[in-house]
């Protein structure tokens, strides 16, 4: 898979920024939408928060887990957090 990496300064959220990206155009698996600021993240079950500049990773991954039935896809947000979490 190949990544294509976009950095921005401040954002009010990178999966936001991602969902409109993708809305306007077919991207490809890799995309990854990179902020060093973003003021309005999304989580999961609607929880928001803020970041401080440069300390924390903010950051979403476009993946298509064609080998995953969609039922169980958040099983591959909860690998790749444990991961995530082992690695730092």
Not at 15 to 25: G, P, V
Not at 50 to 72: A, I, M, Y
């Amino acid at each position: 898979m190949n990544f294509s990496i976009t950095t921005i300064d401040k954002v009010e959220s990178t999966q936001t920024y991602l969902i409109e990206l993708s809305n306007k155009s077919e991207l490809q698996e890799g995309v990854v939408i990179n902020a060093l600021s973003q003021f309005k993240g999304v989580g999961q079950f609607d929880n928001k928060w803020e970041s401080e500049d440069g300390k924390n990773l903010t950051f979403s991954l476009l993946l298509k887990p064609r080998f995953l039935n969609p039922c169980n896809q958040f099983l591959l947000t909860q690998v790749l957090s444990l991961a995530i979490s082992d690695f730092f």
